[in-house]
């Protein structure tokens, strides 16, 4: 079985600003993104390691937002649930991390995430538990 290490969903708020989001995200944690302010999908890069960051609005092909949406918010709080989501952002390291040696990368990733995007839901798909 493939893990994929520090993958992570991040469902958003109707209403965030999604312009850029994943090279903002990237700028704020303090990585370099080849993403452009209108990609939707690119590479966030610690040194010599990798993540890739890709953000589903439900606008394109094969959109799987509904389908997580509904599997994220089964770990929110009431009001969480009352609330709209409108994008999923997810992220997670292109190659192994066996030591752990990029934990805190993927953590400020996260923090970006939250930072920017207030009131988003932070879902770890391979354990099925909000982070």
Known sequence: MSVTPYLTHAL????????????????????????????RAGEVAFGGYRFFIALDDGTGNGSELAELRDVILTVATDAERRQTFGAVLTFGGLSPDPDLDHFNDAVLLM?????????AVLFDP???ERI
């Open 12 to 39: 958003l708020p109707a209403g965030t600003d999604l312009t850029g989001l994943g090279a903002r995200v990237a700028r704020h944690a303090g990585a370099e993104a080849t993403l452009r302010p209108g990609d």
């Open 111 to 119: 923090e970006a995430v939250e930072a920017l995007c207030p009131g």
């Open 126 to 128: 391979q354990s099925g």
